[in-house]
């Protein structure tokens, strides 16, 4: 089977959703199907060239420093319009027995719509957590402007879909509380990331040798984007409020910033007197990445609204427990595997969460890290879990060939 995954960028700062598309490529290349990627990055990205799937980009050049100033700034720019697009579907559309459209929100979900009405290769969304009102909340006049895409564009897109992939019922839920999603095309497919291989004790010496300062010391650790959302300000002013009685623990923050929010965090952390025990580590690959996870006491990630949350799952992959709030999408499964302790997103949870984990015996912590790796095991294993998507996109094409 030849299955085309379609994503605004590859460039991994962007996070999980294009971490699924890497691991979905290769689950389903050891499965025998041939996978490929089709974006919007410039073709001359490094990312491009360093992407583990082939992958086609369709995105312009940017010729001028106002133009990379607005590719990186402006919404309105990264939206992403190309009329490539739509002469790429035209020649190579029919090539697939399948196409996937990772995300709503930019010209990937209409520009392929567009093209793709009327081809005989079905395709399938994944919003990967776009449908959640979340914005509404915090920005009401970016929710008004979304409001109005649904209505004059996404709103197709989802019309015509051969079917819908959610993380999970969660997600599903608050979609089709949120929009007008057709239920009947709605389908939770598993999702998770691939295991973590290579040698423990080589990746915590990777992240050793970076950093240090931090040998010996006992870690709490936060790994992704520097978003708003995360809730980042809300672990710092709970770990400036145990940080007293806790004097063993610093925090580990691993992440890019692309919205320029680290400066006011610095200035937060100093206010509450914990700067000294908050070490930024800046964004983590490899083994760097993966030593973080396992020189950490737990992870935490109060996030305000999170789909599915790849790190927490790399995390217990890690066999380290997690401290999550409950606006993570997977939070029952965590909970459920008594893999770590679920929070409210507000600083009371949080303090409350963190002086908790902070607080286990070594026998408590060994339980939950045990605990840990197998809700990982049974709930997130990436090569078990991407069979059943592709088991629907086999199926659908098949329905389509003998109609």
Same mark, same amino acid.
């Given at each position: 089977?030849?299955?085309?995954?379609?994503?605004?960028? @590859?460039?991994?700062?962007?996070?999980?959703?294009?971490?699924?598309?890497?691991?979905?490529?290769?689950?389903?290349?050891?499965?025998?199907?041939?996978?490929?990627?089709?974006?919007?990055?410039?073709?001359?990205?490094?990312?491009?060239?360093?992407?583990? @799937?082939?992958?086609?980009?369709?995105?312009?050049?940017?010729?001028?420093?106002?133009?990379?100033?607005?590719?990186?700034?402006?919404?309105?720019?990264?939206?992403?319009?190309?009329?490539?697009?739509?002469?790429?579907?035209?020649?190579?559309?029919?090539?697939?027995?399948?196409?996937?459209?990772?995300?709503?929100?930019?010209?990937?979900?209409?520009?392929?719509?567009?093209?793709?009405?009327?081809?005989?290769?079905?395709?399938?969304?994944?919003?990967?957590?776009?449908?959640?009102?979340? #914005?509404?909340?915090?920005?009401?006049?970016?929710?008004?402007?979304?409001?109005?895409?649904?209505?004059?564009?996404?709103?197709?897109?989802?019309?015509?879909?051969?079917?819908?992939?959610?993380?999970?019922?969660?997600?599903? !839920?608050?979609?089709?509380?949120?929009?007008?999603?057709?239920?009947?095309?709605?389908?939770? =497919?598993?999702?998770?990331?691939?295991?973590?291989?290579?040698?423990?004790?080589?990746?915590?010496?990777?992240?050793?040798?970076?950093?240090?300062?931090?040998?010996?010391?006992?870690?709490?650790?936060?790994?992704?984007?520097?978003?708003?959302?995360?809730?980042?300000?809300?672990?710092?002013?709970?770990?400036?409020?145990?940080?007293?009685?806790?004097?063993?623990?610093? #925090?580990?923050?691993?992440?890019?910033?692309?919205?320029?929010?680290?400066?006011? #965090?610095?200035?937060?952390?100093?206010?509450?007197?914990?700067?000294?025990?908050?070490?930024?580590?800046?964004?983590?690959?490899?083994?760097?990445?993966?030593?973080?996870?396992?020189?950490?006491?737990?992870?935490?990630?109060?996030?305000?609204?999170?789909?599915?949350?790849?790190?927490? =799952?790399?995390?217990?992959?890690?066999? @380290?427990?997690?401290?999550?709030?409950?606006?993570?999408?997977?939070?029952?499964?965590?909970?459920?595997?008594?893999?770590?302790?679920?929070?409210?997103?507000?600083?009371?949870? =949080?303090?409350?969460?963190?002086?908790?984990?902070?607080?286990?015996?070594?026998?408590?912590?060994?339980?939950?890290?045990?605990?840990?790796?197998?809700?990982? #095991?049974?709930?997130?294993?990436?090569?078990?879990?991407?069979?059943?998507?592709?088991?629907?996109?086999?199926?659908? !094409?098949?329905?389509?060939?003998?109609?």
């Amino acid at each position: 089977m030849k299955i085309l995954n379609v994503i605004g960028s @590859v460039n991994t700062r962007h996070g999980g959703t294009t971490d699924h598309v890497f691991s979905c490529s290769r689950a389903w290349s050891r499965l025998g199907c041939e996978c490929h990627i089709l974006c919007l990055d410039p073709p001359s990205s490094d990312y491009i060239k360093n992407s583990p @799937v082939k992958t086609f980009a369709l995105g312009e050049e940017p010729t001028s420093g106002f133009q990379k100033f607005a590719r990186r700034r402006l919404n309105i720019s990264r939206y992403g319009y190309t009329p490539n697009l739509r002469r790429w579907f035209d020649e190579n559309a029919k090539n697939y027995d399948a196409i996937i459209l990772n995300g709503l929100w930019n010209y990937t979900s209409y520009g392929s719509w567009l093209a793709l009405r009327s081809s005989s290769t079905p395709y399938y969304v994944c919003p990967h957590g776009m449908l959640d009102p979340w #914005l509404r909340r915090v920005a009401p006049w970016r929710q008004m402007i979304r409001r109005a895409f649904w209505t004059l564009f996404e709103k197709n897109v989802i019309k015509d879909t051969a079917g819908i992939f959610f993380a999970s019922e969660e997600e599903l !839920r608050i979609a089709c509380e949120a929009y007008s999603v057709p239920r009947e095309k709605c389908r939770v =497919v598993g999702y998770g990331t691939e295991d973590i291989v290579g040698d423990p004790e080589t990746q915590k010496a990777a992240f050793l040798a970076r950093f240090p300062q931090l040998r010996d010391k006992r870690l709490i650790l936060f790994l992704g984007r520097i978003h708003q959302k995360k809730g980042i300000d809300l672990l710092i002013k709970a770990f400036g409020g145990v940080a007293e009685r806790h004097r063993d623990f610093d #925090l580990v923050i691993v992440g890019p910033d692309d919205s320029a929010l680290t400066p006011s #965090l610095h200035k937060l952390a100093t206010r509450l007197g914990v700067e000294r025990r908050i070490h930024w580590a800046g964004m983590l690959t490899g083994n760097e990445k993966w030593g973080a996870f396992r020189c950490s006491e737990f992870f935490a990630l109060p996030s305000h609204q999170e789909n599915f949350g790849i790190a927490v =799952v790399e995390a217990m992959a890690a066999a @380290v427990p997690v401290l999550i709030s409950d606006r993570v999408n997977i939070w029952t499964e965590v909970k459920a595997g008594r893999a770590g302790h679920i929070v409210s997103a507000n600083v009371a949870g =949080v303090t409350e969460g963190l002086d908790k984990m902070c607080s286990l015996s070594e026998t408590e912590m060994r339980d939950m890290r045990e605990a840990a790796r197998r809700c990982f #095991l049974e709930n997130f294993r990436f090569e078990d879990n991407t069979r059943e998507a592709l088991s629907i996109l086999v199926k659908g !094409r098949a329905k389509l060939t003998s109609a």
